[in-house]
C-alpha cells in the first residue's frame, strides 16, 4: 500500500505496470518492444477520473476530489485498488492475470502551461 499526493492537480496518472510472465522466453522483438500492461488511474484535465486498463478505459465519478490517493496491491489475489485517502474510500478494484515484474507508475501529467507544474509526492508515515 502506498498513498500519493494529488493536491489540486488537474492532470496526472499512477498505478502500476504489470510485465506479464506467460512468455517463457523473450524474443527480440519483445526485448525491443514494451509488453508492459499498464493498470493506473488518472485525472484528465476537463475529462474526470478514469481507470486504464491495458487499452479499456473505464470512467469513474468519485464522491469527491481526492487529495491524496491509496494504491493496494494484493499480489496473491492479482488485484489493485485504488482509495480515496482522505476518507478510505474505494474508488475502484480490478484484477489482474499472472505477471513476472510489477512496476510502480507515477506521471505528474502534463504541464499546462504551469497551471499543473505541482509535484506528485509520495506520502511517508
Known amino acids: 500500500y502506498w498513498e500519493v ?3 489540486g492537480k488537474s492532470d496526472w496518472e499512477l ?7 506467460h512468455e517463457k522466453r523473450k524474443t527480440w522483438f519483445s526485448m525491443i518492444f514494451n509488453r ?3 493498470l493506473v488511474l488518472a485525472h484528465v484535465h ?3 477520473y478514469k481507470i486504464r486498463k491495458e487499452s ?8 469527491c476530489s481526492p487529495r491524496r490517493i491509496g494504491v493496494y496491491l494484493d499480489c496473491e489475489r492479482y488485484q489493485v485498488s485504488f482509495y480515496n ?7 475502484h478494484s480490478t484484477g489482474f492475470g499472472p505477471f513476472k515484474s510489477i512496476l510502480a507508475q ?10 499543473n507544474c505541482a ?7
Open 5 to 7: 499526493e494529488v493536491g
Open 15 to 21: 498505478g502500476i505496470e504489470i510485465d506479464p510472465d
Open 36 to 38: 508492459r500492461r499498464p
Open 46 to 48: 476537463g475529462n474526470g
Open 56 to 63: 479499456e478505459i473505464i470512467p469513474i465519478s468519485p464522491d
Open 85 to 91: 485517502a482522505d476518507s478510505m474510500s474505494c474508488m
Open 106 to 115: 507515477f506521471s505528474p501529467g502534463l504541464y499546462l502551461n504551469g497551471k
Open 119 to 125: 509535484p506528485l509526492t509520495v506520502c511517508w508515515y
